[in-house]
């Protein structure tokens, strides 16, 4: 049985989940710049610890409630080219701002005054976005579209066996950098 959210009840939700989600991203110290600059500089992979655990308990936890029916998949458009340039300009934009978009925004709700300014480097890049989207749309997305597809459909095997193949991949990346760790000290 579901229920829809929404109305006055969804925007508490929204309040509540965000309030954790910052406070989570503080304790973990992903929200402090220095550890996401040592991210980069292969110092401290906090980050990317943090990351692999949520995609594999994230993607598993929605795979979860949509198989229960209490959530939906909302695939988008798989535009390998658009994906790609998005996420180099993504990964260009964090290493110079040292923050993703969430952790910019804990950043700010903990008092930092230049996360605050470079949210609005992420405010023009949205607008910028915006204002060349039917040029994007013509020229960038056509290229590579796979349409509307999962993994799992595109190699045609079980999303268990690639949140398996994922989880394997964190564990090993864990000891990994568990060991590269402990080899500096």
């Not at 700010?108 to 609005?120: K, N, P, Q, R, T």
């Not at 993994?151 to 590269?180: K, Y």
């Amino acid at each position: 049985m579901t229920f829809p959210v929404t109305g006055s009840f969804a925007l508490v939700l929204a309040v509540v989940f965000g309030a954790a989600f910052g406070f989570l991203l503080h304790r973990g110290r992903v929200a402090d710049y220095n550890t996401i600059v040592r991210q980069f500089l292969f110092r401290d992979f906090t980050v990317l610890k943090i990351m692999m655990t949520a995609i594999i308990v994230g993607g598993v936890g929605v795979f979860l409630l949509t198989q229960a029916g209490y959530a939906k998949f909302h695939i988008k458009p798989a535009d390998l080219l658009a994906v790609s340039l998005g996420a180099a300009l993504f990964g260009i934009g964090m290493v110079l701002y040292g923050y993703c978009p969430g952790t910019a925004l804990a950043a700010i709700g903990g008092g930092s005054l230049h996360a605050l300014v470079g949210a609005f480097g992420m405010i023009a890049g949205g607008i910028a976005y915006a204002l060349t989207f039917d040029w994007v749309k013509a020229t960038i997305l056509p290229v590579g579209a796979l349409g509307r597809v999962q993994l799992h459909q595109l190699l045609g095997i079980s999303p268990w066996l690639i949140f398996a193949a994922l989880a394997v991949m964190a564990l090993a990346m864990f000891v990994a950098v568990e060991r590269t760790a402990a080899v500096r000290r």
